[in-house]
């Protein structure tokens, strides 16, 4: 069992994950301490950006499906004749990448220090700054706070980090302007009940739009070709599905769903692929009927794929919205608005 799995299985509900995990609920105190403490100071003092500011972040440890709502917003912005900024720390190093692939059109920067990160955005010509997995990141003013919180984790340890996945309490939806409920592999029942009990006690008042969104595989794209082909196509077929991310699980269960044998090779998120790793896909390649691989993991393998092998295919992961989604389209509108930073 690998990392990846070893941590999802730490964070589950079965009694032998309860008991494993005893050992580290004195550190989840510390730590659960010092983010109370941080988020008691506030935001005071916090630096305004240069350009209006959306920030999209989530409670837990990756997995939410915050990435492709930035990506969305993004997009969104696009549409609407705004140059969106994306920033982001460039941790990994895949998702900067994976960004200027979703949206062409924006100016992605890589940086630690946002608001240098800012600066240079605008020097590129951004209209609009989308700030992803920035929920924590407390000293930088933001807009629009949006906090993203998936289906999938009501039924994880409720300890923080390192028992559980958590890095705040759900207490801190409190500085949520907008909250964005997300489901891969939940059913859409345990989503409803999950957004209908935030309604109860969300945000920053009863008042705070809630949202629900699908994060669903919409077609498959060849790695290098970019040729199309609809999910349908992995019916009856052998699928091995390679996934460094932070939930595999959900990955493969949706290629699942379209009716394929499915063998999972899960990596730990961020995932560097080591020339062994890229021989044993290419074997799988050549022995199977399809890799199917994830858009993060495929701006690392694009460029190292050899060209006398089959092509894996690329999930492309769509936002669906199932309950609300205009609530989140007037919350950007009203940042684009030239009143937006009044």
Known sequence: MNA??????????????????????????????????????????????????????????????KTPLAAWIAAYCATRGRTPGILLRGYGGDEPLVHRRLVPQAVVVANPDRVAGAVAARAQGAHVLVLDDAYQ?????????????????????????????????????????????????ASAEAAEALADQLGRTRGKGRGTPLCLARLAVSHLEGMRSGARQELTALAGRRV???????DPESFAQQLGTAGASVQLVAYQDHHAYRPADLGRLVRAAAGGDYVVVTEKDAVKLRRQWPRSAAEPLVAVLAVHWERNGRALEQAVDAVLAPAGRA
């Open 137 to 185: 990141l407390l000293d930088v003013g933001r807009d629009l706070n949006i906090a993203v919180v998936s289906a999938e984790s009501a039924a994880v340890s409720p300890w923080p980090l390192p028992a559980g996945p958590w890095r705040e309490g759900r207490d801190a939806l409190g500085r949520a302007d907008l909250i964005v409920v997300t489901r891969k592999r």
């Open 240 to 246: 091995v599905a390679a996934a460094g991310i932070a």
């Open 4 to 65: 990846a799995r070893v941590v999802h299985w730490l964070w589950g509900g079965s009694p032998a994950a309860r008991v494993a995990r005893l050992p580290l609920v004195p550190l989840a105190g510390a730590y659960w301490a010092v983010m109370k403490l941080r988020a008691a100071q506030g935001a005071a003092g916090a630096v305004r950006l240069p350009l209006p500011t959306i920030a999209v972040g989530n409670l837990s440890v990756g997995g939410t499906g």
